[in-house]
T-cell receptor, first 112, second 114 residues
């Protein structure tokens, strides 16, 4: 079946630190992979996506590369800001039904 | 931002009472979804719709029903609310299916069942 595993949180970083949030997946076919971000009190917003192996998604300084050989889609940012404090969800979509499978989310707090 | 609203945004109710949550979209997207978000579980799919009057069950559909009489509205009903249904409920929409299409989420409804 399909599933997504994210690193446990919460994560606390100082401003300008490097961020990595690990995500690995299990899928029966060829999924698309997504990172969503949820700010306090809001719904999920798409942060970036990759639709095939070796694709790199990027947005707002965040990047993630679709690694088929390691079934991973780790989120990275070179220098985090206080405004990046949020919960980050890794997700996959596979097949024709557009059903998404979400990880449990990783809470990030960035302190000045 | 995708035009998705949810109502109510917050609700407190008692065990055994019926509850209906509404999702309204202005994007004319064909597909609509209801998720619940719980600590340690991420988001789990309750029901989804692939057109007017066309719905199907998701991973955690027990105790929930849905209806879609118009493209823009997708209703989630708890026939007899239980404390285990205390959660944050999110509606999502997508234009099409297939792995390339992202889902867009509403702001959520926080439901507390006492």
């Amino acid at each position: 079946g399909n599933s997504v595993t994210q690193m446990e949180g919460p994560v606390t970083l100082s401003e300008e630190a490097f961020l990595t949030i690990n995500c690995t997946y299990t899928a029966t076919g060829y999924p698309s992979l997504f990172w969503y971000v949820q700010y306090p009190g809001e719904g999920l917003q798409l942060l970036l996506k990759a639709t095939k192996a070796d694709d790199k998604g990027s947005n707002k300084g965040f990047e993630a590369t679709y690694r088929k050989e390691t079934t991973s889609f780790h989120l990275e940012k070179g220098s985090v800001q206080v405004s990046d404090s949020a919960v980050y969800f890794c997700a996959l979509s596979e097949g024709t039904g557009n059903q998404f499978y979400f990880g449990t989310g990783t809470s990030l707090t960035v302190i000045p | 931002d995708a035009g998705i609203t949810q109502s109510p945004r917050h609700k407190v109710t008692e065990t055994g009472t019926p509850v209906t949550l509404r999702c309204h979209q202005t994007e004319n997207h064909r597909y609509m979804y209801w998720y619940r978000q719980d600590p340690g579980h991420g988001l789990r799919l309750i029901h989804y719709s692939y057109g007017v009057k066309d719905t199907d069950k998701g991973e955690v559909s027990d105790g929930y029903s849905v209806s879609r009489s118009k493209t823009e509205d997708f209703l989630l009903t708890l026939e007899s609310a239980t404390s285990s249904q205390t959660s944050v409920y999110f509606c999502a929409i997508s234009e099409s299916t297939g792995p390339y299409n992202e889902q867009f989420f509403g702001p959520g409804t926080r439901l507390t069942v006492l």
